[in-house]
């Protein structure tokens, strides 16, 4: 299973700010997201699935957390640790962990790749993505944009990949 990472983040890193994303609206990122990650199953932690801004998959869904007995909406699951919710979703090729910031930070060492947007601005937050040994990666995708009509800020779609 690969077990891939997906986040936007600011120039400060900043990826949410009052269980929020930083920014108000950039279309592009969230097209991006539901491109890269069609199909496939996703985990979360409890905090972005109770985000405004939640994601979830068709294919199914995980939720991480302490609290025993914690309700969810059909489709997703619950497990108290990230092993126990890599287990639930079973034999997948691959796996996609949404965040937060705790969530991002217990996974990290485990991910074999990294979909990062880069959002090229500065934003009041209180989430952030955690530093990683970027020499541990190599970048196999850069995509560079530009603000447009619809998309205020410039921004950068990489992947990075586990050497
Ligand atoms: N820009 C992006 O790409 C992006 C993506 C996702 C989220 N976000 C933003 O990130 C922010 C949320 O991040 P966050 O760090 O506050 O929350 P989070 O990572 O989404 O969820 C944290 C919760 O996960 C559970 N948890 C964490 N570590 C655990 C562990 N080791 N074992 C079991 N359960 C564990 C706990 O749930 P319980 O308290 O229920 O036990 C904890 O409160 C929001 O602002 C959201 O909008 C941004």
Partial sequence: MIISLIAAMDLNRAIGYKNQLPWKHLPADWDNLKKVTAGKKMIMGRRSYESPDRLWSEAGNVVITRQPDYQTDKGFLVA????????????VDEIFILGGEEIFRISLPLADRIYLTIVKGTFQADAFFPEFIVSDFQIIQHDDHQADSENPYDYTFIIYERK
């Fill in 80 to 91: 108290d640790t990230l092993e126990k919710a890599l287990q639930l979703v079973g034999d």
